[in-house]
């Protein structure tokens, strides 16, 4: 049965393995593991050169200090098996986090696609107000609830993706409901309809290419 002390000992253990890495944690449990061999094997040859008088004297001071050395072993062992278990299963999350936002980046890529083709597919209309219709066509698919779901819903968990991945990837999201969304004005000065429209197929392959390098980050995990 476990002392408060050795439950003590097993819970600041477990705190301190679960802030290591997997290398890390396998460097300390292999020097834990030697300290403990060779502590034994001391205290062995010790016992072996004692008389048995001494040696019933000594076992019952050794006793306790044994037992609690084989239940901080125990603790140690656990701990870094709750740490293993718990690695995996943050990085079977990361994986399918970062899989669900690749996914949902790829639509926007080429939903992207598919109106630079249709813009520089055809010539551009004669009119301003044909213009603006174009434009405003753009600035509504960019706005589908659809670009926008999976992110939504993972927002607070991106935190799992590596630090400058998260980053970029929240800049990506936040470029385009800054750009795409209401007022529908893209920075800069356009003084023409024309100006305006280039302005938007700028900012489109501009967000585009960035989209494709967060999605291929993405696949490695």
């Known amino acids: 049965m476990a002392t408060p ?22 460097l300390f449990m292999f020097v834990v593991a030697v300290t403990l061999i060779v502590a034994c094997v001391l205290l062995m040859n010790a016992l072996l050169n004692m008389s048995s008088d001494e040696l019933k004297q000594n076992v019952a001071a050794w006793a306790p200090l044994i037992g609690l050395g084989g239940l901080g072993v125990g603790a140690l062992m656990n701990s870094e098996l709750n740490r293993r278990r718990d690695n995996e299963l943050r990085a079977l999350e990361t994986g399918a986090i970062a899989g669900a936002l690749s996914g949902e980046l790829g639509v926007a890529v080429a939903t992207m696609d598919q109106i630079l083709t249709v813009s520089e597919g055809n010539p551009l209309p004669p009119t301003d107000d044909e213009i603006n219709s174009f ?87």
């Open 5 to 26: 002390a050795s439950s003590r000992m097993a819970v600041k253990v477990n705190k301190v393995l679960r802030r290591m890495d997997s290398a890390t944690g396998s």
């Open 135 to 221: 434009v405003e066509y753009i600035f509504t698919t960019m706005r589908q609830p659809f670009l926008y779901e999976v992110y939504g819903k993972l927002v607070d968990k991106i935190g799992n993706l590596q630090k400058e991945d998260a980053r970029m990837l929240v800049g990506i999201y936040a470029y385009r409901r800054s750009v795409f969304g209401p007022p529908h004005d893209i920075p800069g000065i356009a003084t023409t309809a024309r100006q305006r429209y280039d302005q938007i197929r700028a900012a489109l392959k501009l967000h585009k290419g960035a989209c494709e390098e967060i999605q291929a980050k993405l696949a490695d995990y």
